[in-house]
Every structure is written in C-alpha cells, then in structure tokens.
C-alpha cells in the first residue's frame, strides 16, 4: 500500500472489544465455510484446509463444527471479516485466533474449546497448572493439522518441551526415559489437563505412576526399603540424569545422605585414610554391588537387602 | 466469566445453514490409505576401549520393514488400521473404530528398550537357574589371571511388548458412558545385577520375563443440577504382576573364603496383585469448581519363601511362614475448590492426603549374611506413612498486561510402625507474569519454603548404626528463583529464555547431606524464514553440586565430599514443509549432549569422573516421486563417547578383580530409504 493506504493494525484491546461485540451480535455469515474458504484455501496466506484432515472437519462427527456453524462454530460470527472488499485503509474486521500469540487472553479462547468439550476435562480445567499459566488450548493442539502433535509421542516431547525446557533437557541425557525415542510420552505420566495428583500425575501418587510400568517394586515385600515405599523420586529423577539409572545422585553418596558412613567407606582404593578403603564399597555400582535389592527384597535373608 | 465465547449458547435456530454446501469439504465416504516399504542399513564403527563394549545398534546390519495405513468411514462410523515398523524389533499394530456411542481401540507395540551387543560377562549367557562358570573362572584367586581371560560375551537386552485394549459405550442420553481398559505388558530379555557372596562380588546378566495387566472399568455420566452442572464417576482399577524367574542362583567365581559358601541366591521379584477403586465428582456452577475424590487400594502378594541359604553346611532355623503373605492398603482423598471471582481475581484450594498401612505380618526371621554367616534373629520392619498436603492459591490480574498469583503450601508427613517421624514443610511462591508490550514477556518465580522436622529416628536401630538421619525428613531451607523471557523480535523470529537458582541448606544438620544447588541457564530460538520454512535452537546448561559430611564415629563430621553435575544439551534443526500436502519435505538437525559428574573426596584416590559426549545429526528428504508414490531418504550419524565406572567382579581380600568401565567410544551410520504408495481412494 501506499504511505495514504498504510493500515495501522488493532490494537489486543481493540480487538477484544470488536470479538466481544461479534460474539454478542451472531452476525453469522451466508454460506458458512464456503465462503471463508475462498480465501483460506491452501493457496491463501493462512491456509486452513488442514482441519479436513482430522476428525474436527469431519461432517460425520455428531455434534462436531462441520455438523453445525462450521468454521463459524470455534471463530464466531464472520461479521463484516467477510467483506469482500475494502476501502483504501481500512482493516479487514478480526475475527479471533487461537494460540500463544494471539491477543485474545487464553481464557477467551479457551472458552470456545470448552464450548464442546464438556466432559471430565472441562471439570479438570479450572484451576490446572495450565489454566493458571494461561496456556491457551492452541498452544499445545493444532486444530488446523491433519495430525495433533500431541497425539503422536515424538511430537509430543517437542510441544511440551517448548515450556518445560529443563524436561526437556532431561529427556536427551543418556540415562533417560525414552522420551526421545517416543517409546514413552509426557503425557503417560501427566494429565495435562488437569489432575487432583501432585505434578498433574494420573495416578494418585508417584509411585502408583511408576508401577504402571515397574509394577515388580509395588511389593509389598518382606524386607522394604523405606525410601522406595515412599517416593521413587528420592533417589530417581523421571525426566532424565547424567547418572545411570536416572539417579539423582551418584552412590555411595546418594546412599549416605540417610546410612552412616561407619563400617562402609566412600574413599576410595589406594588411600591411608582410616575409613579407607575397600572397592567393593565404592567401585562399580557402590553400595549397590551387595545391596543389589535395593528396591526390597523377598528371600528370608534378605534383610540387609543384598539377596 | 468463564464462559466469555460460550459456542453452546449460540441458537442455531436463528442461523439458516440449510443452503451452507461446504464445497471446499472433502468427501469423506469411502477408504483412503497407503503402503510403504523401508530399507535402512546400519554401519557401526564400534571402538569400545575397556573390557566392556556397549554399542546400542547392532553393528553392520540391514533390514527392510513395512508400514501401512487404512481408513475407511462409512455412513456412521469409521474405523483405521495402522502397522509401522514391521519387520523392525520396534513395531507397532492398531486398530480404531468408532462409531454414535461406541468407540474401540487396540495397540499393540514391541519396543526393544536397551541392546549392549558387546557386553562382556564371567558367565557364558543368562540362565534361570544356576549360571555355570566357563571353567577357567572357576575359583580364581590370582587377579592377574582373572584380568588376562577371556571374558565372555553376552547378548543383553529388554524387550518389551505391550498391548492395549479399550472399548467405551454411552449408554444413552441421561445415562452413564461405560469404559473398560486392558494393558498388559510383557517384558524379556537380559538385564543385570550384582551377586555377593562375603568379599565377592559379581556383574550377573539374568533373563527377564515377566507381564504387568491392568484393568480398568469406568462408569461416569455428566449431569445438570440446579443451576450448574456436574460430573461423577466410580473406576475400578487392578493391577496383577507375574514373574516366571523367581530366584536367581549363581557359582563364587572366585577362591571360596567360608566353608561351603560357593553358591549365591537372590529372589526375584514376587508376583503381586494390586485392586482400587475410586469414587469421584465434580461441580461447576457459574465460577466455582468443586472437585473431590476418594480412591482405597489394596496390595498383596503371597509367594513361597527361598530358604535362608544354599551353604549346606550351615544348619539354619527354620523358618517362620512357608510364604509371607503381604498386604498393603492404601487410601488417597483429593479435595478441591475453584472460584474465579472476575476477570482480575481467581482463588483456589486444594487437599490431598496419601496413607499407606502396611499389614503384612511381622515375624523373627534369622538371616544367613552373605551365605556365610548366621545372624540373630530379627524381625521384618513395617514402613507407614501419611502425608497431607493443603495448598492456597490465588491470582491478581493488576491490569490487563500484569499478573500475580501467591501460593502457599502446607506438608504434613507422618511415618508410623517402624519408622517413626514426622516433618512439617510450608512453602510460599511468588509469581510475577508481565507482558511488557506486544512482543516482550516475562515470568518471574520465587519460592521459600522451610522444612521442619518433628521428630524421627529407626526404632528397629540402635543409635549411630546403620541411619544417621532421615534425610527426606531432615531440617531443609530452600530459595529458589525462576525467570523466564519471551521476545518475539520480529513477526517471524522469536527467542526464550530460563534461567533457574535453588539454593538448598540443610543447617543444622552436620551429618549427611549439608547442602545443594542447582543454576540452569537455556536458550531458544525460532525463526519461521519463509511460509514453508522454519528453524529453531536450543540450548540448556545446567549445573549442580551437592555437598556432603560423614564421620567415622558418627557424631562429628571426619570428612567432606561433593559430587558436582554439568549438563549441556544444544539442538539446531531447520525444517522445509511444502504446503500442499503431497509436496517435498526436507530437514536437517543437529544435536549434542554432553555431561560431567565429579565427585570429590578431597583425599587422593580419587573416584573416576564419569563423562558422556554425544553428537547426532539426522536429515531427511521427502518428496512425490510419481503420481500416488513417495520417496523418503534418512540420514542418521551419531558420535558417541562416554566412561562409566562399572566392574564385572571384585574380590576384595585378594584385592581389586576385574575392574572396569563401561567407556563407549564408537560412530554410526544409518541410511534409510522408504518407499510409499498411495491405494487408489474411493
């Protein structure tokens, strides 16, 4: 355009204002996605054909957008956004967006998803880690793909990671949870859309999250190791560690922060020291070289968890 | 306030779409679906150094495997058929099918998790029973001679193969919608473990074979009542553990120091079944949430005793129980209330609390220590617990670009039976979210929180034995300080970064762990460079240390150690994505891992660093080859080094055998070409 044409864009504030005012009016349009169509086909700048490739663009999901407004029923009243001309200067009316940049506040937006879904998740919602953080469902879902990356695990860590950078971090360490290999996913372990659990957990506590998979340490066995009946993340970080074993820490040190070091030294062979020095307590695996069950332990000689 | 663009509410009556034709939809009847074919060859140039070798590929290795993809929709329903990988040790099947009020699926996957095709053991492969010795192993006492044989390979790894099986109905309009779930894992393979029998010690590779099932059925249904409504649901879930190896019994390999203490015995893992249920509710009305839930399990398992020991020359008592039956219940009650007051204000308060009783039966057991040595008798300790949580919460929305939210935080933790304690934790975190102007936003978090042990001590242990403190109990203080930035600098071009500080003291303890820190520092960048071309980097440091005391009396601290972690993982990638949907693909990443741990004794003989270098770049190339064909070429090189103290047997009275270090060094190459074919669409 020229310097007379130059459109000065709306303001987040201005743009509320006209949203809340198209959502009040239901100035819906004539021919529904047809004709929002003809501009955000796959040629358009913002190309929206992708929805026909999953279930939110089927005409067969009852209940579904395309069974009703269409485009209109998660974008509102096309109002006058559908104009098909525009005088010089003039901005073509907004309609809402989703997603982190949009200028529409998460909740706003949020309200269109819940507008249908309004099962346990729209319960869970209020008040979620997520629903606090302003996470718009757009953030995390693409509505606009054929496929949802948070329904395919590999693109899943990335969406996720995108926030929990730290996590994500973990995740590539060389003791992990294969995370990166997509054999496991974020959203095994975490409801993200809400949880009653500590860490929006599934199950109620982070054992009852590891068992689901490590179901040999729920025991209850004859000679339990404290720690381990309490809370696995004592010794292991899920996420991922530099340690073998996701352990936070490495023994004989992580053991120490709760067993005396008396009778068991962590100096190494090849010292004068007193409390020196026998590999078979600290080479290798450490404390773990005898107390291999460390987990507990079912053999009638098994109190000191070594059978 | 929560319901500001309520779609529901809109009254289609008023909206004529009879005439709307959706031209530009896609006709959905019909099948669509493709197969494809990949080949990939593998070119590992392995160049472990030490006397164990760990290459996670198999070396010098090709395979070809199959995908496949069908979908069908049909006037009602629609159901799909996938297969990928098959022919691969990874491979996956599943079915979906849906249709008005029902809705099935069915996964299956076979993922193998761990391969050491190099591992190197004393004992020839795994067994369930009994592993012999290669007879130049056997009662070995010269280290020299041990260090200079031959060790043996094994093949080691898990497997795990897991289906999952699901089928959900609505049973009508005001009816409840039942569901019900199976999973069952199973897992083989190798893993390792540690066998010692007195001053031995032995790496021992074990076969692993073993299922988990899960079962759960749901029943819920939604509700409108008064001028809200609700959610309510009940859900039985069963857990059951099998294991088909239940003891692992191995040969001293080396000079036997007790009479008759030449075999070793350990239990595997008993077969346990676990059943809770759950009961569960919610209520929105207006701008409240109300949620609670109550959920009671129980834990048993019931599995025949091995005998003290396998030594015959020792005359052991006998024992107490032939089985020990287990039984642990736990109750978990979840209780929450949301109320978002306007648009500025938002309160909450959560309630959790977590029991664990333990009621198996205690009785006198008299051990045989290290298959060698006859203990007094002692009774098996049972651990309870209870912990309760209450959490405050609320947020302040100053102004349209500012935001506050105050949380404070209270933990209760009891443990009962044979661990008495109990520690008070209070927390209060400050958040700060300010959205400086259209392209700039900030987080900021700080947290105190103050942990306050109550009481504790091991009533089975006397003083200064083997607990010196109950470390997760202990007296902590712990600041921590969150910041993160968002800077989209140019419509296309955005950077993150976060930035984390924890400071954990434990004053006034002087035994054990004194203090920790953890500083973490990242990165982020993504640049969308044309309409079908993006890039994004990563970076994330971190670094940790953790300082600790011991005492060779137990009281006053006779020397110090730390470990000191470090961490760098970086990532660039740019990716090509065409937008029409059967056009070129391409992209291209590179990654690097690398890590430290140090640990520092402050005397000499110091304990080895362990570090890991990791380097992968990985490309690929699709494109339509021909109408209803694509071509995909994959590029995966990786670079790998690590060292990782490790051993595979010691004797320590003649002194250290066998010593070693997983310490990988080895590059790969992996090309993969896949072909994939279109079917016809109806």
Same mark, same amino acid.
């Given at each position: 355009?020229?310097?007379?044409?130059?459109?000065?864009?709306?303001?987040?504030?201005?743009?509320?204002?006209?949203?809340?005012?198209?959502?009040?009016?239901?100035?819906?349009?004539?021919?529904?996605?047809?004709?929002?169509?003809?501009?955000?086909?796959?040629?358009?700048?913002?190309?929206?054909?992708?929805?026909?490739?999953?279930?939110?663009?089927?005409?067969? =999901?009852?209940? #579904?957008?395309? %069974?009703?407004?269409? !485009?209109? &029923?998660? /974008? $509102?009243?096309?109002?006058?956004?559908?104009?098909?001309?525009?005088?010089?200067?003039?901005?073509?009316?907004?309609?809402?967006?989703?997603?982190s940049?949009?200028?529409?506040?998460?909740?706003?937006?949020?309200?269109?998803?819940?507008?249908?879904?309004q099962?346990?998740?729209?319960?869970?919602?209020?008040?979620?880690?997520?629903?606090?953080?302003?996470v718009?469902?757009?953030?995390?879902?693409?509505?606009?793909?054929?496929?949802?990356?948070?329904?395919?695990?590999d693109?899943?860590?990335?969406?996720?990671?995108?926030?929990?950078?730290?996590?994500?971090?973990?995740?590539?360490?060389?003791?992990?949870?294969? =995370?990166?290999? #997509?054999?496991? %996913?974020?959203?095994? !372990?975490? &409801?993200? /859309? $809400?949880?009653?659990?500590?860490a929006?957990?599934?199950?109620?506590?982070?054992?009852?999250?590891?068992?689901?998979?490590?179901?040999?340490?729920?025991?209850?066995?004859?000679?339990?190791?404290?720690?381990?009946t309490?809370?696995?993340?004592?010794?292991?970080?899920?996420?991922?560690?530099?340690?073998?074993?996701?352990?936070?820490?490495?023994?004989?040190?992580?053991?120490?922060?709760?067993?005396?070091?008396?009778?068991?030294?962590?100096?190494?062979?090849?010292?004068?020291?007193?409390?020196?020095?026998?590999?078979?307590?600290?080479?290798?695996?450490?404390?773990?070289?005898?107390?291999?069950?460390?987990?507990?332990?079912?053999?009638?000689?098994?109190?000191?968890?070594?059978? | 306030?929560?319901?500001?663009?309520?779609?529901?509410?809109?009254?289609?009556?008023?909206?004529?779409?009879?005439?709307?034709?959706?031209r530009?939809?896609?006709?959905?009847?019909?099948?669509?679906?493709?197969?494809?074919?990949?080949?990939?060859?593998?070119?590992?140039?392995?160049?472990?150094?030490?006397?164990?070798?760990?290459?996670?590929?198999?070396?010098?290795?090709?395979?070809?495997?199959?995908?496949?993809?069908?979908?069908?929709?049909?006037?009602t329903?629609?159901?799909?058929?996938?297969?990928?990988?098959?022919?691969?040790?990874?491979?996956?099947?599943?079915?979906?099918?849906?249709?008005?009020?029902?809705?099935?699926?069915?996964?299956?996957?076979?993922?193998?998790?761990?391969?050491?095709?190099?591992?190197?053991?004393?004992?020839?492969?795994?067994?369930?029973?009994?592993?012999?010795?290669?007879?130049?192993?056997?009662?070995?006492?010269?280290?020299?001679?041990?260090?200079?044989?031959?060790?043996?390979?094994?093949?080691?790894?898990?497997?795990?193969?897991?289906?999952?099986?699901?089928?959900?109905?609505?049973?009508?309009?005001?009816?409840?919608?039942?569901?019900?779930?199976?999973?069952?894992?199973?897992?083989?393979?190798?893993?390792?473990?540690?066998?010692?029998?007195?001053?031995?010690?032995?790496?021992?590779?074990?076969?692993?074979?073993?299922?988990?099932?899960?079962?759960?059925?749901?029943?819920?249904?939604?509700?409108?009542?008064?001028?809200?409504?609700?959610?309510?649901?009940?859900?039985?879930?069963g857990?059951?553990?099998?294991?088909?190896?239940?003891?692992?019994?191995?040969?001293?390999?080396?000079?036997?120091?007790?009479a008759?203490?030449?075999?070793?015995?350990?239990?595997?893992?008993p077969?346990?079944?676990?059943?809770?249920?759950?009961?569960?509710g919610?209520?929105?009305?207006?701008?409240?949430?109300?949620?609670?839930?109550?959920?009671?399990?129980?834990?048993?398992?019931?599995?025949?005793?091995?005998?003290?020991?396998?030594?015959?020359?020792?005359?052991?008592?006998?024992?107490?129980?032939?089985?020990?039956?287990?039984?642990?219940?736990?109750?978990?009650?979840?209780?929450?209330?949301?109320?978002?007051?306007?648009?500025?204000?938002?309160?909450?308060?959560?309630?959790?609390?977590?029991?664990?009783?333990?009621?198996?039966?205690?009785?006198?057991?008299?051990?045989?220590?290290?298959?060698?040595?006859l203990?007094?008798?002692?009774v098996?300790?049972?651990?309870?617990?209870?912990?309760?949580?209450?959490?405050?919460?609320?947020?302040?929305?100053?102004?349209?670009?500012?935001?506050?939210?105050?949380?404070?935080?209270?933990?209760?933790?009891?443990?009962?039976?044979?661990?008495?304690?109990?520690?008070?934790?209070?927390?209060?975190?400050?958040?700060?979210?300010?959205?400086?102007?259209?392209?700039?936003?900030?987080?900021?978090?700080?947290?105190a929180?103050?942990r306050?042990?109550?009481?504790?001590?091991?009533?089975?242990?006397?003083?200064?034995?083997?607990?010196?403190?109950?470390f997760?109990?202990?007296?902590?203080?712990?600041?921590?300080?969150?910041?993160?930035?968002?800077?989209q600098?140019?419509?296309?071009?955005?950077?993150?970064?976060?930035?984390?500080?924890?400071?954990?003291?434990?004053?006034?303890?002087?035994?054990?762990?004194?203090?920790?820190?953890?500083?973490?520092?990242?990165?982020?960048?993504?640049?969308?460079?044309?309409?079908?071309?993006?890039a994004?980097?990563?970076?994330?440091?971190?670094?940790?240390?953790?300082?600790?005391?011991?005492?060779?009396?137990?009281?006053?601290?006779?020397?110090?150690?730390?470990?000191?972690?470090q961490?760098?993982?970086?990532?660039?990638?740019?990716?090509?994505?065409?937008?029409?949907?059967?056009?070129?693909?391409?992209?291209?990443?590179?990654?690097l891992?690398?890590?430290?741990?140090?640990?520092?004794?402050?005397?000499?003989?110091?304990?080895?660093?362990?570090?890991?270098?990791?380097?992968?770049?990985q490309?690929?190339?699709?494109?339509?080859?021909?109408?209803?064909?694509?071509?995909?070429?994959?590029?995966?090189?990786?670079?790998?080094?690590?060292?990782?103290?490790?051993?595979?047997?010691?004797?320590?009275?003649?002194?250290?055998?066998?010593?070693?270090?997983?310490?990988?060094?080895?590059?790969?190459?992996?090309?993969?070409?896949?072909?994939?074919?279109?079917?016809?669409?109806?």
């Amino acid at each position: 355009p020229s310097d007379e044409e130059v459109v000065t864009p709306y303001s987040a504030a201005e743009i509320e204002r006209i949203l809340d005012k198209k959502f009040a009016d239901g100035n819906y349009s004539r021919t529904g996605a047809d004709q929002c169509l003809r501009c955000h086909d796959a040629s358009g700048e913002h190309n929206a054909m992708g929805i026909f490739h999953n279930v939110h663009g089927s005409r067969k =999901l009852p209940g #579904g957008p395309f %069974q009703g407004l269409q !485009c209109e &029923a998660c /974008h $509102g009243p096309g109002g006058d956004h559908t104009k098909p001309r525009l005088r010089p200067g003039e901005q073509r009316e907004p309609m809402i967006s989703f997603g982190s940049q949009a200028p529409v506040p998460a909740d706003k937006q949020n309200s269109v998803c819940l507008s249908c879904h309004q099962d346990k998740l729209d319960h869970a919602w209020l008040g979620s880690a997520h629903q606090q953080a302003e996470v718009p469902c757009a953030s995390c879902h693409a509505v606009h793909q054929a496929r949802d990356p948070m329904h395919s695990a590999d693109s899943q860590i990335t969406s996720c990671g995108g926030c929990h950078q730290t996590q994500h971090a973990l995740s590539k360490l060389p003791s992990n949870h294969m =995370l990166q290999s #997509g054999q496991l %996913q974020c959203s095994d !372990c975490h &409801a993200a /859309h $809400g949880s009653a659990n500590q860490a929006a957990l599934k199950h109620p506590t982070t054992n009852d999250n590891c068992y689901s998979c490590h179901a040999e340490k729920r025991g209850p066995l004859l000679w339990e190791h404290q720690p381990v009946t309490e809370d696995c993340s004592t010794c292991h970080n899920p996420h991922g560690s530099i340690n073998t074993a996701l352990l936070t820490k490495r023994p004989p040190q992580l053991c120490q922060s709760c067993h005396s070091a008396l009778g068991h030294p962590s100096v190494p062979y090849g010292t004068n020291d007193p409390v020196a020095p026998s590999a078979l307590f600290v080479s290798g695996s450490s404390c773990v070289n005898c107390h291999s069950q460390v987990h507990g332990s079912n053999h009638p000689s098994g109190k000191s968890l070594q059978r | 306030a929560y319901g500001d663009y309520n779609l529901s509410a809109a009254n289609l009556d008023q909206v004529d779409t009879s005439k709307w034709r959706c031209r530009y939809c896609p006709d959905e009847d019909g099948y669509q679906g493709y197969v494809a074919a990949r080949l990939e060859y593998n070119k590992d140039g392995d160049d472990a150094t030490a006397h164990y070798q760990n290459a996670v590929l198999k070396n010098d290795s090709g395979l070809v495997s199959f995908d496949a993809q069908v979908k069908v929709i049909e006037e009602t329903a629609h159901t799909q058929i996938s297969a990928e990988g098959l022919g691969k040790e990874n491979a996956s099947v599943a079915l979906d099918h849906g249709r008005p009020g029902t809705h099935v699926d069915f996964d299956y996957s076979r993922s193998t998790q761990f391969d050491l095709e190099g591992a190197k053991s004393i004992y020839a492969s795994p067994q369930e029973e009994a592993l012999t010795l290669p007879s130049a192993w056997a009662r070995q006492s010269d280290t020299a001679a041990m260090s200079l044989s031959p060790l043996t390979y094994v093949h080691s790894y898990q497997q795990r193969d897991s289906v999952i099986a699901g089928v959900s109905h609505a049973l009508g309009e005001g009816l409840p919608t039942l569901s019900l779930t199976l999973r069952q894992q199973q897992r083989s393979g190798t893993d390792w473990t540690y066998g010692s029998i007195l001053n031995d010690v032995v790496a021992l590779p074990y076969e692993r074979d073993d299922r988990i099932r899960e079962l759960t059925v749901t029943a819920e249904q939604t509700f409108l009542a008064g001028e809200g409504r609700g959610h309510i649901g009940a859900e039985l879930f069963g857990s059951e553990y099998e294991n088909d190896r239940q003891s692992m019994i191995w040969q001293n390999p080396f000079t036997i120091t007790l009479a008759g203490s030449e075999e070793g015995q350990l239990a595997r893992e008993p077969d346990n079944r676990y059943k809770r249920w759950q009961v569960y509710g919610a209520y929105t009305h207006g701008a409240h949430r109300l949620r609670a839930s109550y959920s009671r399990g129980s834990a048993k398992q019931q599995d025949a005793f091995l005998p003290y020991t396998r030594n015959t020359l020792l005359t052991t008592a006998a024992l107490p129980e032939t089985d020990y039956a287990g039984k642990v219940v736990t109750a978990h009650t979840r209780l929450s209330w949301a109320y978002r007051i306007n648009r500025q204000w938002q309160v909450e308060s959560r309630f959790r609390k977590d029991q664990r009783d333990n009621q198996s039966p205690k009785a006198s057991y008299e051990p045989v220590l290290t298959d060698g040595i006859l203990q007094s008798p002692v009774v098996n300790s049972l651990y309870n617990h209870e912990k309760t949580q209450l959490e405050l919460d609320a947020q302040w929305r100053w102004r349209a670009a500012t935001r506050f939210e105050y949380t404070y935080y209270f933990e209760n933790m009891q443990r009962s039976g044979d661990a008495q304690g109990e520690a008070d934790t209070q927390g209060l975190r400050f958040q700060w979210r300010e959205k400086w102007s259209g392209h700039f936003n900030s987080r900021v978090s700080i947290l105190a929180e103050e942990r306050d042990k109550k009481r504790g001590g091991i009533e089975s242990f006397t003083a200064g034995n083997a607990f010196a403190r109950e470390f997760t109990l202990a007296d902590r203080l712990r600041n921590q300080l969150d910041l993160k930035l968002g800077w989209q600098v140019t419509p296309t071009f955005a950077l993150t970064t976060n930035a984390l500080h924890r400071d954990d003291d434990y004053r006034p303890a002087v035994l054990g762990v004194t203090k920790a820190r953890e500083d973490a520092l990242g990165y982020g960048a993504s640049w969308e460079v044309s309409r079908t071309m993006t890039a994004d980097m990563a970076m994330q440091r971190s670094w940790s240390l953790w300082r600790m005391a011991g005492s060779t009396s137990n009281n006053l601290p006779t020397w110090q150690s730390s470990q000191k972690d470090q961490y760098d993982v970086f990532s660039i990638g740019l990716r090509h994505q065409s937008r029409e949907a059967e056009g070129i693909e391409l992209g291209i990443r590179y990654a690097l891992v690398n890590t430290r741990g140090e640990t520092d004794v402050s005397v000499p003989g110091e304990y080895h660093d362990r570090y890991s270098d990791g380097h992968t770049v990985q490309t690929y190339l699709d494109y339509p080859w021909r109408p209803a064909w694509r071509l995909r070429f994959e590029t995966l090189y990786a670079r790998f080094r690590s060292r990782d103290p490790m051993l595979v047997g010691i004797d320590a009275v003649s002194d250290l055998l066998s010593n070693a270090a997983i310490d990988e060094n080895y590059s790969e190459w992996l090309f993969g070409v896949r072909v994939q074919y279109r079917l016809a669409e109806r």
